[in-house]
């Protein structure tokens, strides 16, 4: 069970490494980057794989039992799991008794992770790209361009998918989007203003 070879490995990491773990994990702005994640581990000659294996194990347990439960009837719930494991033998409970100690300092991890799950209740916008186009049209004899069509080529890459989404609109379509994106905008700073929220 991969559940049980990711605790056993806790064991392979120092106090001090552990340390620096948490402290990235609720420091990152954008934990799930990983781009930045292994910069960060090349910086501190972290090993990846050992990073990798234990940020699975702890998002697994925040995501599962801490965000589902509570931070402390989470981390319980958690450790009635993992005492059926394999009977708790000595290699898990050490492994265990050292990651309890510190699962209560990722609050501020525990809590973008939230954020970030209730974000994404849908696919989100990851990236998108916008190309516009100019398209002649001939006129029958092919001799002359009767008239010009102007295109817009819209891009769009989501979070659940390896396919981009790509659809062309004229400029009347492009207009409406935009007075419903502008819409869009202005609801979102009533609502925060309304709330007095400040954060972007």
Same mark, same amino acid.
């Given at each position: 069970?991969?559940?049980? /070879?990711?605790?056993?490995?806790?064991?392979?990491?120092? +106090?001090? #490494?552990?340390?620096?773990?948490?402290?990235? %994990?609720?420091?990152? /702005?954008?934990?799930?980057?990983?781009?930045?994640?292994?910069? !960060?581990?090349?910086?501190? +000659?972290?090993?990846?794989?050992?990073?990798?294996? @234990?940020?699975?194990?702890?998002?697994?347990?925040?995501?599962?039992?801490?965000?589902?439960?509570?931070?402390?009837?989470?981390?319980?719930?958690? /450790?009635?799991?993992?005492?059926?494991?394999?009977?708790?033998?000595? *290699?898990?409970?050490?492994? !265990?008794?050292?990651?309890?100690?510190?699962?209560? #300092?990722?609050?501020?991890?525990?809590?973008?992770?939230?954020?970030?799950?209730? *974000?994404?209740?849908?696919?989100?916008?990851?990236?998108?790209?916008?190309?516009?186009?100019?398209?002649?049209? %001939?006129?029958? *004899?092919?001799?002359?361009?009767? #008239?010009?069509?102007?295109?817009?080529?819209?891009?769009?890459?989501?979070?659940?998918?390896? #396919?981009?989404?790509?659809?062309? @609109?004229?400029?009347?379509?492009?207009?409406? %989007?935009?007075?419903?994106?502008?819409?869009?905008?202005?609801?979102?700073?009533?609502?925060?203003?309304?709330?007095?929220?400040?954060?972007?």
């Amino acid at each position: 069970m991969k559940l049980v /070879e990711d605790l056993k490995k806790i064991n392979n990491i120092s +106090d001090e #490494q552990l340390k620096i773990i948490i402290k990235f %994990l609720n420091s990152t /702005e954008k934990d799930n980057r990983l781009t930045l994640i292994h910069k !960060w581990c090349k910086e501190n +000659d972290f090993d990846i794989d050992i990073f990798d294996d @234990c940020y699975s194990l702890i998002f697994f347990i925040v995501k599962e039992f801490i965000i589902e439960n509570g931070m402390n009837d989470g981390i319980e719930e958690f /450790e009635k799991t993992v005492l059926e494991l394999r009977n708790c033998d000595e *290699e898990i409970s050490k492994a !265990w008794g050292r990651l309890k100690l510190i699962l209560p #300092q990722l609050d501020i991890f525990s809590n973008k992770i939230k954020s970030r799950l209730l *974000e994404n209740i849908f696919p989100s916008l990851d990236e998108f790209n916008i190309v516009c186009d100019v398209r002649p049209v %001939l006129d029958l *004899e092919r001799t002359a361009v009767n #008239q010009l069509l102007y295109q817009t080529i819209i891009t769009l890459n989501l979070s659940n998918s390896e #396919q981009d989404i790509i659809f062309e @609109c004229d400029e009347d379509t492009l207009v409406k %989007l935009k007075k419903n994106i502008d819409k869009a905008l202005n609801k979102n700073k009533l609502i925060k203003s309304s709330l007095n929220v400040t954060n972007n």
